[in-house]
């Protein structure tokens, strides 16, 4: 995977950036120098050589400029995966196993080569869920197009595509979520090798109950307070504080 896929910054293009572009890149350079907690608008500003109030001009407080920084951050995430999804020649299996480990490495990248951005993350999931719950969703959506072409493939046995993509999505997480892999990055790898890399025409597929699309509800504040076991796969440190009228998720047990 090329080393581009480690930055955070808009990328460049052959038009003139706008305004807003340079607002956006300058505050995700100071994210990943200082930090999102240590920048303030007016570093913002002063490095553009503007007001703060013009940057108030094009966002209304710096949650609003970190979402946009998250955004462009996940649409290059989202980007990453659906070409590994459309990639031809290649069945199911071997896509996923390609997405999860392109997820895996993107992320330990990031946190490799600016530790800081973190902080960023962490603000845009207690500030600003809804960008990093479309998020999810988009990342949701291209792995249940896979798991739904390893049903028509015969390799999979699914009854649900979307469910099961879902309880995917859960049992990945200690491998793609910034949090987790920003604290151990050199020892959590996905064991995405062998035959066992996902159930390929394994009938416990099938008996995977919908999970609720809100596991992620309230998300890294619950880090190393405990642990839970979902029916995913194995236990790891909980990384969820899920809310009281979210229901259980993948009760029963794949044996992946």
């Known amino acids: 995977m090329p080393a581009a896929t480690a930055q955070i910054l808009p990328s460049s293009s052959e038009a003139a950036p706008t305004t807003r572009d340079r607002i956006v890149e ?9 930090g999102y907690q240590k920048t303030t608008v007016a570093d913002i500003a ?9 940057v108030y001009r094009f966002f209304e407080s710096k949650k609003a400029i970190n979402e946009a920084v ?5 649409a290059e995430i989202e980007a990453m995966i659906v070409a590994i999804a459309d990639a ?10 390609r997405i999860v480990t392109a997820l895996h490495d993107d992320c330990r990248r990031r946190f490799e080569a600016h530790p800081r951005v973190h902080e960023m993350v962490e603000a845009a999931m207690s500030e600003s869920w809804g960008v990093c719950q479309a998020h999810l969703d988009r990342i949701g959506a291209v792995l249940a197009r896979v798991v739904a072409d390893g049903v028509r493939e015969g390799v999979f046995t699914v009854a649900d595509p979307k469910s099961a993509a879902a309880c995917l ?15 151990q990055p050199n020892t959590i790898q996905p064991p995405a090798t062998g035959d066992d890399r996902f159930p390929a025409r394994r009938p416990a597929v099938g008996r995977l109950n919908p999970p609720d699309a809100r596991i ?3 998300a890294v504040p619950g880090i190393g307070e405990g642990s839970e076991t979902t029916g995913c796969g194995p236990s790891y440190p909980s990384i969820t504080r899920m809310s009281a009228s979210a229901p259980p998720f993948c009760r029963a047990r794949a044996d992946w």
């Open 70 to 74: 998250v955004e462009q951050v996940t």
């Open 88 to 97: 031809p020649k290649l069945d199911a299996p071997e896509r996923l196993t």
């Open 169 to 183: 999505q859960a049992g990945i997480t200690r491998y793609c979520h910034p949090m987790l892999v920003g604290r």
């Open 46 to 54: 002063r490095t553009l050589k503007m007001s703060p109030a013009n």
């Open 216 to 218: 992620y509800s309230d």
């Open 26 to 34: 300058a505050a995700a350079r100071s994210f990943q120098d200082i």
